[in-house]
Nanobody, 122 residues
Framework: QVHLVESGGGLVQAGGSLRLSCAAS????????MGWFRQAPGKEREFVAG????????YYKDSVKGRFTISRDNVKKMVYLEMNSLKGEDTAIYYC???????????????WGQGTQVTVSS
């Protein structure tokens, strides 16, 4: 079982940048597919980005391609989401997620962090 803790959220102006971090503990981190999801007020939680275990292949929601970058450090047991050119519609609670099964293209998490708020002001 893996425990996930996010950090790095906050308030940023449109066009700005933020870097989210997710620290994992427990389990064998390198065996988990990792990802980021988000949930805006009144909307369902949605996939944002995913990264495979070892080959590092990454996948993104279309609307964040070219602006967001997911990465992982299997030694430090960390996952990151670098967010650039932020827009108002990126405002949401961002959740770190993990699963021991499947791939990042069809990420169905078994574990979730508590979430970190990202607010983009226009």
């Amino acid at each position: 079982q893996v425990h996930l803790v996010e950090s790095g959220g906050g308030l940023v102006q449109a066009g700005g940048s933020l870097r989210l971090s997710c620290a994992a503990s427990g389990g064998t981190f390198s065996s988990y597919v990792m990802g980021w999801f988000r949930q805006a007020p009144g909307k369902e939680r949605e996939f944002v980005a995913g990264i495979n275990r070892s080959d590092g292949d990454t996948y993104y929601k279309d609307s964040v391609k070219g602006r967001f970058t997911i990465s992982r450090d299997n030694v430090k047991k960390m996952v990151y989401l670098e967010m650039n050119s932020l827009k108002g519609e990126d405002t949401a609670i961002y959740y770190c997620a993990a699963t021991a099964y499947g791939t990042a293209t069809e990420l169905k998490p078994d574990y979730w962090g508590q979430g970190t708020q990202v607010t983009v002001s226009s």
